[in-house]
């Protein structure tokens, strides 16, 4: 069984920066894809960005192109959500998830979830 504990979360200024950290245990994610969700006060949770095993295919959600970056430790087993410029509009508890099988943006094909860190953009 996998366990994902995601760090980082905090309050920033609009345009500031953060970088999100999920580290794995009970298992070796290095197989696996990974990504990150968000899910906002009476919203659903949504994608973000993904990340194949090997680090070869990277996908992000529109809304945060250019401005965020997922990347891979797979010998330390975590992956971080570097966030740039950050905006009020993404503030959310953001996730962390794995799947062993072929890439999804959809949150329900994932197989492991963290609990969530927090983020809070100030305008």
């Known amino acids: 069984q996998v366990q994902l504990v995601e760090s980082g979360g905090g309050l920033v200024q609009s345009g500031g920066s953060l970088r999100l950290s999920c580290a794995a245990s009970?298992?070796?994610?290095?197989?696996?894809?990974m990504g990150w969700f968000r899910q906002a006060p009476g919203k659903e949770r949504e994608f973000v960005a993904l990340?194949?095993?090997?680090?070869?295919?990277?996908n992000y959600a529109d809304s945060v192109k250019g401005r965020f970056t997922i990347s891979r430790d797979n010998a330390k087993n975590t992956v971080y959500l570097q966030m740039n410029i950050l905006k009020p509009e993404d503030t959310a508890v953001y996730y962390c998830?794995?799947?062993?099988?072929?890439?999804?943006?959809?949150?329900?094909?994932?197989?492991?979830w963290g609990q969530g860190t927090q983020v809070t953009v100030s305008s």
């Open positions: 998830a794995a799947r062993a099988r072929r890439i999804t943006t959809k949150p329900y094909e994932y197989d492991y």
């Open positions: 009970g298992g070796t994610v290095s197989s696996y894809t």
């Open positions: 990340i194949t095993w090997s680090g070869g295919i990277a």
